[in-house]
């Protein structure tokens, strides 16, 4: 608490997971989702930050939506690919329902062998990258991350903003 705040100051929450995206609906002014750059879990979280503004008895128009992307965008887009996939890595060990919202097929959702101080935050991103294609595919990075050449971002960001309600991108 504030004794005397200057202004109203929103308050964003990040949510992942469907407990912590109904509790942005219920209490935040805004919510930053984290669950990659596909329409179909980008839907789902926002349904879940809908049914906690409802459960509130808060209008759900008035709550930021904001979308998280990991982004590598490059003219080279096999290297764009290549440079996301250990950041990639974090959904499938934090969100492994978004990888089944896009559509993602995966054998195993934690790196081989320990990359420090953890895979989506190396010291040795070459490392981390050779350890991350072991395991997060082509096409996952494709479905949950902005990557490819500056047009193809371009394009991707309009097309997802038409499908689902988007009122801010934040990209990372």
């Known amino acids: ?15 992942t997971g469907p407990k912590m995206l109904r509790l942005a609906g219920a209490v935040a002014d805004g919510v930053i989702i984290q669950v990659g750059f596909h329409p179909g ?5 926002i349904e879940q930050v809908r049914q906690g503004a409802e459960e509130a008895g808060r209008p759900f128009d008035e709550i930021e939506i904001i979308c998280s ?10 290297l764009a690919v290549r440079r996301i996939k250990p950041v990639v890595a974090w959904l499938y060990a934090a969100a492994p329902h978004a990888l089944d919202l896009a559509g993602v097929s995966y054998s195993r959702r934690l790196p081989g062998r320990p990359i ?12 981390a990258m050779r350890e991350a294609e072991t395991f997060v595919s082509d096409e996952a990075a494709d479905k949950l991350a902005l990557v490819g ?17 988007i009122d801010r991108f934040f990209l990372r």
């Open 1 to 15: 608490r504030l004794k005397r705040a200057l202004r109203n100051i929103p308050i964003h929450l990040a949510a």
């Open 41 to 45: 879990p980008m839907a789902f979280a």
């Open 69 to 78: 992307a990991f982004t590598s965008i490059h003219r080279d887009r096999a």
């Open 116 to 127: 420090y101080p953890d895979i989506s935050h190396p010291y040795d991103h070459e490392d």
């Open 149 to 165: 050449t500056p047009e193809e971002a371009v394009d991707r960001l309009k097309a997802l903003a038409a499908e689902v309600r």
